[in-house]
């Protein structure tokens, strides 16, 4: 774990891993006076807009520098350990600006200790998803095309996946598709994020096609379905990115 502090240094010299203690405060402004809740979703979804091209960027460069891959190569651990360390490091350094930058918007909107409770921990949900991306597409790929396939994943899970979905189940509503949509809603974390988020909060109205199938499915109505496939996602992600990098030939 010695390379974790080093990598955490490392991210946090880039001025860029700073722009959350600005952006966020900033687009907390914007939603002054609208409720503790709508505040809390609002900056969420901006984060899960914004924040994937910011941890990809930063972090793909430093995973995917072979002049580190040879200076580990005469220490004794094992190639997958001193990478996830480096991964970990990654994720420790943005871990400290983002949690920053959302203590500063909470403050500024007044928000008590849950709503503000449940604003961090969604956004350090966020970060450390991507986080763990990062490194399992930086496990295996060379930079350039890390960076692509991270920013492709960002643009389906994100931008694309709510218009599919809903796509899909209107063009088909004569077929049994539940099986399908359900499977499609589960290996999105970040949208059972987002409805565990908005059920935390108490506006299960919000939750839209990923609320609306789990509930009329598997009859959830609120509970840590999200955090335990949040957890999976990321640990999957660390575990999975260590696996591609002990093959990978260096």
């Not at 914007?30 to 910011?54: I, K, M, N, T, Y």
């Not at 002049?67 to 871990?95: C, I, N």
């Not at 956004?123 to 890390?146: I, N, T």
């Amino acid at each position: 774990m010695a390379l974790l502090p080093l990598y955490a240094k490392a991210l946090l010299r880039n001025t860029w891993a700073f722009a959350p203690l600005l952006l966020l405060p900033l687009l907390a402004l914007a939603f002054q006076g609208r409720g503790e809740a709508v505040a809390v979703v609002s900056l969420f979804a901006s984060l899960a807009l914004l924040l994937p091209p910011l941890v990809l960027a930063l972090a793909v460069p430093l995973l995917t520098a072979r002049e580190d891959w040879a200076f580990w190569a005469g220490m004794p651990q094992s190639p997958a350990r001193l990478y996830l360390s480096g991964v970990l490091g990654v994720g420790l350094g943005l871990s400290l600006p983002i949690l920053g930058g959302l203590a500063l918007a909470a403050g500024l909107l007044g928000m008590g200790g849950q709503a503000a409770m449940l604003l961090l921990l969604s956004g350090l949900g966020l970060l450390w998803f991507w986080v763990a991306l990062a490194g399992w597409v930086g496990a295996g790929l060379e930079p350039a095309r890390a960076l692509g396939v991270g920013l492709l994943v960002w643009g389906l899970l994100v931008l694309a996946y709510d218009p599919l979905v809903v796509g899909v189940a209107v063009a088909l509503r004569e077929y049994p598709l539940e099986g399908f949509l359900l499977a499609a809603v589960l290996l999105n974390p970040l949208e059972l994020f987002r409805v565990g988020l908005l059920y935390a909060l108490g506006a299960p109205v919000l939750v839209g096609p990923t609320g609306y199938l789990l509930k009329e499915i598997l009859g959830y109505t609120g509970g840590l379905l999200p955090l335990w496939a949040g957890l999976l996602a990321v640990g999957a992600g660390l575990l999975g990115a260590g696996w591609r990098f002990s093959r990978r030939d260096r």
